[in-house]
């Protein structure tokens, strides 16, 4: 199996994380932020990542610190989990809806970090997280992943709707993007590597 352990310990946070790719989508996840516990389980589910986070953090100054060095974990994770990225479809796209949102995602394991985010989701709270946390989240993870992540909303007004379709449609194209390909052996790249 494709998996990863990880630990980053800074003044702000304590994150403890394992990640297998090739899972079922069951998750243990303890950030101490509720709603982006939810969001973490829709990531992996679609994505079908089993996914163990105990995280710590700074809350009692804000969720930020917390939320982004998750990202920048759980794209540390995926990185290494995918090892040589040998054999894998390497790029996969997809439309998600949920009620009155849909979300555009592509994603190409480039090993290449960049995101691009055209996610007008209103300002405000959903739960106990911040909306604009989650292209800080994002953000770190595409970098941390080398991956090029592109997100885009094409319709939506509830907050909630929006951000867990943002986080199944990521789960989703990941899920596809990182599934086995048998018609080649190495890496899909006309330069050969990645």
């Given amino acids: ?16 994380m394992t990640l297998a790719i090739d899972g079922t989508g069951t998750v243990s996840i303890n950030t101490g932020v509720g709603f982006f516990d939810h969001m973490l389980n829709s990531f ?3 994505g079908h990542f089993d996914l163990e986070i105990n995280a710590e953090g700074d ?11 998750c990202g920048i974990v759980l794209g540390q994770a995926f990185k290494e989990a995918l090892g040589d990225k040998l054999g894998i479809e390497r790029v996969a796209d997809c439309l998600f809806p949920m009620d009155e949102a849909l979300i555009q995602a592509a994603v190409d394991i480039s090993n290449r970090g960049y995101l691009t985010w055209h996610v007008d989701c209103p300002q405000g709270m959903v739960g106990d997280f911040p909306t604009e946390l989650a292209e800080e989240f994002f953000r770190a993870f595409a970098l ?7 997100i885009r909303m094409l319709d939506g007004k509830n907050r909630h709707h929006i ?6 449609a990521v789960g989703r194209v990941l899920g596809l993007a990182v599934a086995e390909n048998k018609r080649f052996d190495g890496v899909l790249s006309t330069k050969g590597s990645l």
């Fill in 163 to 168: 951000l867990e379709a943002v986080f199944k």
């Fill in 1 to 16: 199996m494709r998996c990863a352990n990880l630990t980053r310990t800074t003044l702000e946070t304590d994150i403890t």
């Fill in 144 to 150: 941390n992943a080398g991956i090029t992540l592109h």
């Fill in 59 to 69: 809350l009692h100054v804000d969720q930020h610190h917390l939320v982004e060095d």
């Fill in 44 to 46: 992996c589910r679609f």
